[in-house]
């Protein structure tokens, strides 16, 4: 689908002038001006619209452009709110294959790009004629439909969970899944209301930068909906789901034991929620028995 939307938007461009041309001469048969010319120029006025489509496809052939590799990871990338490249990272391949300790960072850095593959999606084809209209033919829809402010919002997680920063998109639907502790960072820019933060349904007012911007930096430590909105209209709402950090786990397998070679061996299971940084035990000689104590 990403693959046909860049297609379609690579190929309607292009297009666009044969269209104009067609349309043209469909209006002009329609209203039978031809019928009302003299035989001369009746011929001279299919000539020139014949002129005129050679040059059309001509224009469109230079302006086609097959989209590039890698367009299609990057669209999708892009529509999704992705950073750090994950698509592209899970088709990357370790050089040095052959370090252990590489390997397993690189396999880290997969799973951490895997994980944000969950909200993945897929926006509307963008031909992105009003851009290539120099002469303005194209109605542009988009003007007069400004939101009354523009919002750019981020979540960094806390430093313990390892994870990248998240840039969130204001029209999702998708419940926001955050890290208990994480940092959002949000800016508006424009609008003539100073926008709050509603989280569990205590607002925070923006700061205000200058004369039309506003940013706000908070916690997130608890609530189910955290939405930003003017004194207007919603930029932003989101469900919302806190993930509180599991406190690390480690047992025993069994107890410790020296090996043949006069060494201590530890079995142990570990685990935390967002993986383990180091393990470590504490370990003291048993207070030695008096001499004289039963044995």
């Known amino acids: 689908m990403a693959r046909m939307a860049l297609f379609w938007g690579a190929l309607w461009p292009a297009l666009l002038p044969i269209l104009c041309v067609l349309g043209l001469f469909a209006a002009v048969a329609l209203l039978e001006i031809l019928a009302l010319l ?19 496809v001509w224009l469109g052939d230079r302006q086609w452009r097959k989209p590039p590799a890698g367009a299609v990871t990057e669209r999708l990338e892009r529509d999704s709110g992705l950073i750090h490249r994950p698509l592209g990272t899970l088709q990357y391949q370790l050089a040095n294959s052959h370090d252990g300790r590489g390997t397993a960072l690189w396999r880290s850095h997969q799973r951490r790009a895997r994980s944000q593959l ?23 829809f988009s003007v ?8 750019e919002a981020r979540i960094n997680p806390p430093d313990y969970t390892g994870l990248p920063p998240q840039k969130l998109d204001p029209k999702s639907t998708e419940t926001l899944r955050v890290a208990q502790g994480s940092i959002l960072m949000a800016r508006v820019y424009g609008g003539r209301d100073v926008p709050g933060l509603s989280v569990g349904g205590a607002v925070t007012p923006f700061l205000k930068i200058d004369g039309q911007n506003y940013e706000l930096n908070q916690a997130i430590e608890a609530g189910q909906r955290l939405s930003v909105a003017s004194a207007v209209q919603a930029l932003a709402d989101w469900l919302l789901a806190v993930i509180a950090d599991q406190p690390s786990t480690i047992t025993a397998d069994e107890d410790p034991k020296i090996t043949a070679r006069q060494a201590l061996r530890l079995s142990y299971q570990a685990a935390d929620d967002y993986g383990l940084a180091e393990v470590w035990a504490k370990l003291r000689r048993r207070a030695a028995a008096p001499a004289n104590a039963p044995a």
């Open 38 to 56: 003299p035989a001369w120029s009746h011929v001279a006025l299919l000539v020139l619209f014949a002129l005129l489509l050679i040059g059309a």
């Open 118 to 140: 969950r909200n993945v999606h897929l926006g509307l084809p963008r031909p992105g004629l009003p851009q290539a209209d120099p002469w303005a033919l194209t109605p542009d």
């Open 144 to 151: 007069g439909m400004a939101t009354d402010g523009e919002l």
